[in-house]
């Protein structure tokens, strides 16, 4: 068959999404980052899930056995400590914190009943739930070495509940919030002890929150906020059966400020919070802040941030979300999120006062992302500013330094974001700084999918450290963000055929390495010299993996393509390493899998592929149904010859019983007539020929119980 249709591709496999250093920090199973905190010291912790069952990058089976992780790294990147706590079922972290001791605390939920407690305020997991809505909150407290110092649930047992947000004070207390139904949630005197219910029929949540002393042996104190009037007008669509429906409220994240006030950040489904007089909204549904007064005796104030829109038929309808919060010396609370309401209260003079994406009212719009520093007393915004564009935006995270400039992260789809440096123009993730007064960015930039939006801290010394979702973390000190500086900066790695980007590669798989600076200004593509070899210096670029070179297809500014050598071991970790003119000038941590397959793939998702009868498969040139057609794959592990060598000639090593197999989506496997060698191509392509079917649903392919990413192919019915 011809293969001249997707040459090209392995020169241009993907366009291009679009520190001091950036590191990966998975193993042989996958991770899902959560947060990031720091110590004085520099160092970077690190809290997520780790995927348990399967051990694959298998997107078609939904693992319900994950671990908890945590990771230290110094101020080199260097992995000096992790640790992984877990019971059978489903252990999520989603926060961290650590003390000026540099004792880490760790919350989050489990579905496991026996998960590893120690010394337990609560000993006990609420049971009678299923999936999602039978986890129980938890807490954790580790030593700087990670020894175990106190390990509990926490949220009540007579319905679900999750932490998601941790901070602890100079003495070594924690402060926790979260959400819960259950009824038995404990609370103290002085603080709000609303009702909630997780009842068949009508189920309300609470944004639970508690201090919990050094030794972990006493709740301080304790509470939670409900807002139990359901967002919803009489009349509206749901008419008055609206008034018997659910309401959620949550608890979302918290902060400590150095006399031991705590910052309560949230979300309330409906109104009816008990807020306080003189507060910036008393009134609202969505986004609240509370504050709790440093003796645990009572609230200092609770307010809303916005009031929700009345849409025709439906009802009143949040508006403002908020998900991260800050707090400095002097009682100010920063929060982050976002907002599709034109009247959220955006200060005079900060830089965006106006909502990019406003859509004619009564109607809600897309969402800017919104950075705030509200007043000690709650009262009124410092400042306040919109952040974003046309699109839907949303801010995930928030970090302040010392003179007061606040950094935050999180998701875009505008392709007008504010950015003060040209980094990856289809990136769709954002890290921006704002100065310490809201007027001006001092620095914005898009990044690729999985890089920054995750998590961000920012230690003593100014050192902004940003978390993908997939394990990928960088660091970099004030005034060398990436753009900013002409260092190079790595941002990850995927599949040259497409994929999520991390740190993980499979041994001869093309693979696709993004960042900014990497090398030349003008790109280059390779060929094969008079041998049939690509070289393994392009454009002065080499890139090594453990000392090995790898074949290079093309080198840029922000994007290079390569071959993993062949060589490498799967289950095992490598340094990889980018060289400009022979002088070393970034390594990154890498995770070797037995495979990572996909499928190279037009933009509309169908495969690049050629038709039995020698044409380009596409909308306009169909394959029969019951004919054959060639795809072509990376990613598959182990093939015959040496590192960046053409193939020139057929050769079946793919076909193993088990290993190289297609499947339909929604059915069963289809006929394959060879897997192998691609001719006129460089090893690690491999060109599969399948039967397809008349089904209008996708297929996808399986190495070894790893399957790749969907991918149509254009067929008659």
């Known amino acids: 068959m011809q293969n001249s249709a997707v040459i090209a591709l392995l020169a241009y496999a993907v366009v291009a999404h679009a520190a001091s250093y950036t590191t990966y920090i998975g193993d042989a199973n996958p991770y899902q980052v959560s947060a990031i905190a720091t110590d004085a010291g520099g160092n970077a912790y690190i809290t997520g899930s780790r995927a348990i069952e399967p051990a694959s990058l298998n997107p078609f089976y939904s693992s319900v056995v994950t671990d908890v992780f945590v990771s230290k790294l110094d101020p080199s990147g260097n992995l000096t400590l992790i640790g992984t706590f877990s019971g059978k079922g489903t252990d999520r972290a989603n926060g961290i914190a650590v003390d000026h001791s540099g004792n880490i605390y760790i919350v989050g939920s489990t579905t496991s009943t026996d998960f590893p407690l120690h010394n337990p305020l609560q000993s006990v997991a609420y049971t009678l739930g299923s999936g ?16 175990v110092l106190y390990s509990t649930y926490l949220g009540g047992t007579a319905g679900y509940s999750t932490l998601s947000g941790v901070a602890a004070d100079s003495n070594g207390n924690a402060y926790v919030t979260g959400t819960t139904t259950a009824k038995d949630y404990p609370h103290t005197p002085g603080m709000p002890a609303d009702g909630v219910s997780n009842g068949p029929i009508e189920e309300v949540s609470g944004a639970f929150f508690a201090k919990i002393d050094p030794a972990g042996r006493q709740i301080l104190y304790a509470g939670a906020l409900t807002g139990p009037v359901p967002g919803c007008e009489e009349g509206g669509a749901e008419g008055s059966s609206c008034f018997l429906s659910s309401v959620y409220t949550s608890g979302t994240a918290i902060a400590v400020d150095p006399a031991g006030n705590a910052y309560i950040a949230g979300n309330a489904g409906g109104g009816g919070l008990p807020t306080t007089p003189g507060a910036l909204l008393t009134t609202g549904i969505g986004a609240f802040v509370a504050k709790v007064n440093s003796a645990g005796t009572g609230l200092v104030y609770v307010t809303y941030l916005g009031a929700g829109n009345l849409e025709p038929g439906v009802g009143t309808v949040a508006t403002d979300f908020v998900y991260a919060i800050a707090a400095n010396g002097a009682g100010n609370a920063y929060i982050t999120g976002s907002t599709s309401d034109p009247a959220f209260p955006a200060t005079k003079g900060a830089f965006q006062t106006a909502l990019a994406g406003q859509v004619a009212p009564p109607f809600v719009g897309p969402t800017d992302a919104f950075v705030a520093k509200l007043n000690p007393t709650g009262s009124a915004m410092v400042w306040a500013t919109f952040l974003g564009g046309k699109g839907a935006d949303a801010a995930q995270t928030i970090a302040t330094d010392a003179a007061g400039n606040v950094w935050v992260s999180g998701a875009t789809q505008s392709t007008n974001f504010p950015t003060t440096v040209s980094v990856t123009p289809n990136g769709s993730e954002f890290l921006a700084e704002l100065n310490s007064t809201g007027s001006a960015l001092s620095y914005a930039a898009l990044f690729p999918s999985n890089t920054v939006a995750q998590a961000l801290a920012v230690d003593a010394s100014g050192t902004v450290h940003i978390g993908g979702a997939n394990g990928l973390i960088s660091a970099f000190p004030a005034g060398s963000a990436p753009g900013q500086t002409s260092a190079p900066w790595m941002s990850g790695i995927s599949n040259a055929a497409g994929g999520v980007l991390s740190g993980r590669l499979a041994p001869g798989e093309l693979i696709s390495l993004y960042g900014l600076h990497l090398g030349p200004v003008a790109p280059i593509s390779a060929t094969f010299n008079a041998a049939g070899f690509l070289p393994t210096t392009l454009g002065a670029v080499q890139i090594t993996v453990n000392g090995i070179p790898a074949p290079l297809l093309y080198v840029s500014d922000t994007q290079i393509n390569a071959v993993a050598p062949v060589e490498l071991t799967a289950g095992s970790s490598a340094e990889l390493e980018l060289a400009q003119n022979g002088a070393p000038v970034q390594d990154f941590r890498v995770q070797v899998d037995i495979g990572a397959p996909q499928v190279f793939r037009n933009p509309d998702g169908s495969a690049a592929a050629i038709n ?31 590192d960046g060598q053409m193939a020139t000639g057929a050769n079946q090593f793919c076909s193993l019983a088990g290993y190289c197999e297609v499947f339909e989506v929604g059915g069963g496997q289809v006929n394959v007539s060879y897997t192998g060698a691609a001719p006129g191509m460089v090893n690690g392509v491999i060109q599969i020929n399948f039967q397809v079917t008349s089904a209008t649903g996708g297929y996808y392919l399986s190495v070894d119980g790893i399957n790749s990413d969907i991918f149509a192919v254009y067929t008659t019915q």
Not at 132 to 147: E, H, P, V
Request: no cysteine; hydrophobic share 35%.
């Open 132 to 147: 999602i809505d039978n986890g129980t909150g938890f807490l954790m407290k580790l030593s700087a070495d990670g020894t």
């Open 612 to 642: 039995q009868d020698g044409t380009v498969n596409s909308h306009s040139s169909l394959a029969k149904a019951g004919s054959y057609v060639a795809i072509w794959v990376t990613g598959t592990g182990y093939f015959p010859g040496s």
